[in-house]
């Protein structure tokens, strides 16, 4: 499959990368940015799962159980 150039998993650096590279030009450019890894295109739907992902991860593990 890679010979191919395909992957199904984007490294979660990678991600952060986007992730962080979106909300820069967004909140200083006002621009929306497409991004590539090789030849494919990383679609907004899969940047916004990976957020969710991640943020729901880190509210889970700084959120103590209320007592």
Same mark, same amino acid.
């Given at each position: 499959?890679? %010979?191919?150039?395909?992957?199904?998993?984007?490294?979660? @650096?990678?991600?952060? #990368?986007?992730?962080?590279?979106?909300?820069? $030009?967004?909140?200083?450019?006002?621009?929306? !940015?497409? #991004?590539? $890894?090789?030849?494919?295109?990383?679609?907004?739907? $899969?940047? %916004? !799962? #990976?957020?969710? $992902?991640?943020? !729901?991860?880190?509210? @889970?593990?700084?959120?103590?159980?209320?007592?």
């Amino acid at each position: 499959m890679k %010979e191919w150039g395909f992957e199904k998993h984007i490294p979660s @650096e990678d991600m952060k #990368f986007v992730v962080a590279k979106q909300e820069k $030009r967004r909140l200083e450019a006002g621009k929306e !940015t497409r #991004f590539f $890894r090789g030849d494919l295109v990383i679609n907004a739907e $899969r940047i %916004e !799962t #990976f957020k969710k $992902r991640k943020t !729901t991860k880190e509210v @889970e593990a700084f959120s103590p159980i209320a007592g």
